[in-house]
């Protein structure tokens, strides 16, 4: 009995064969595609790729040329250029730093660094490949690669990205790329038609989520969710018929306001628009199980979440007045979930603080 030959797997060999991130993101989605569907594909982030029959003897296959032919790994660092644009990421993705060249190249306003996610900047479409990226230098390995980005300005560009992990932290050097033809500004893809925040009581979170909301570069509900859990550890967007309902906690919380601040001897704290705290009651040093006074409040917020502390600072000044909920680490470690009701008086800000109900 004979057995029949099973067919060879199409090898793929990406070049240059230096670049081990693109290597790992083309065998990631080539399984599912033809060479013609995959080059399209990868057009979207890669403009400069060609793929190409493997035409010797041997197994079939493809090239995957990430800049179109053959280039000569000897031509110098170019990312060593100290005035390149430049850009410092956490690991999970939210901006940390930007020399003030990306700045201008991104279009991010400044003062506003710490309060972008990287996707921001992800031509349409291209979401699921990007975060796909990411995670792969995220994970040790270094790309070098000419791709389309999408700064806030809404136009295309190409630009030349040199991109690695150092110290538990994502840097990228970049610069104008050349010879590429790139789309005009694009449309952010699957926009729901209708958009609702619960509990609509929340002017702060409201604000917050509308920002993180129009900055998204695809309709995608988990995206905008993962934005918001940074500060809001239990947001939820719950898409249905063409309607998000973006939630600050648990399904089923409404958020009802009964103006509890009006109550005597609550814990208050003062502080100024840098969060310099500069006035706590015993209520307060007691419900957080600290000294506060001289503190910031970065120095007690969840980790991950003390570059949002400005951002929420700036929705407080905007409406003025606001009730909203927060958790952070008591003193001796515990999280501690809070309600709060913040008013803003020129400079300086009042807050006070009951624990969380259902």
């Known amino acids: ?22 290597r790992e993101h083309v065998q990631s989605i080539a399984p599912m595609s033809s060479p013609r569907d995959l080059e399209a594909r990868l057009r979207r982030i890669f403009p400069r790729v060609v793929i190409r029959e493997r035409t010797i003897s041997g197994a079939p296959g493809w090239y995957v040329y990430r800049d179109g032919a053959w280039s000569s790994s000897l031509i110098g660092d170019w990312w060593d250029d100290p005035g390149l644009p430049r850009v410092v990421l956490s690991v999970d993705g939210w901006f940390l730093d930007a020399s003030p060249t990306a700045i201008d190249l991104f279009g991010i306003a400044e003062g506003d660094i710490a309060s972008h996610y990287f996707t921001d900047l992800v031509v349409p479409g291209t979401l699921e490949d990007a975060m796909a990226l990411f995670r792969i230098i995220r994970d040790g390995k270094t790309l070098d690669a000419t791709i389309l980005l999408r700064p806030l300005t809404g136009d295309v560009i190409a630009v030349d990205i040199h991109a690695r992990l150092i110290d538990e932290r994502v840097e990228g050097v970049f610069r104008l790329a050349g010879d ?22 929340d002017v702060a979170f409201r604000t917050y989520a509308g920002r993180a909301f129009e900055r998204l570069p695809e309709g995608d509900p ?12 239990h947001a939820s967007v719950e898409a249905a018929g063409g309607r998000w309902i973006v ?31 500069i006035d706590a009651n015993e209520a307060a040093e007691a419900f957080f199980g600290r000294r506060m006074v001289g503190h910031h409040w970065q120095e007690f917020v969840t980790p ?45 800000f009042v807050t006070l603080f009951r624990l969380a109900t259902e």
């Open 247 to 277: 939630r600050r906690d648990h399904k089923g919380v409404d958020g009802h306001v009964d103006e509890w601040w009006r109550a005597k001897d609550l814990p208050q704290v003062r502080y100024d628009a840098q969060a310099l705290i």
């Open 304 to 348: 991950g979440s003390t570059d949002q502390v400005g951002v929420m600072l700036e929705i407080l000044a905007e409406v003025g007045a606001a009730e909203s909920r927060f958790r952070m680490p008591r003193g001796d470690g515990h999280l501690l979930e809070f309600d709060s009701y913040t008013e803003a008086h020129g400079e300086e």
């Open 180 to 201: 590429v033809s790139v789309p005009a500004g694009a449309e952010v893809m699957g926009r729901p038609d209708d958009v609702s925040f619960v509990p609509a009581t």
């Open 222 to 233: 988990d995206e905008l969710s993962i934005r918001l859990r940074r500060l809001y550890p």
């Open 1 to 22: 009995m004979s057995i029949a030959a099973r067919p060879l797997e199409p090898a793929i060999i990406t070049i240059p064969a230096s670049d081990a991130a693109f």
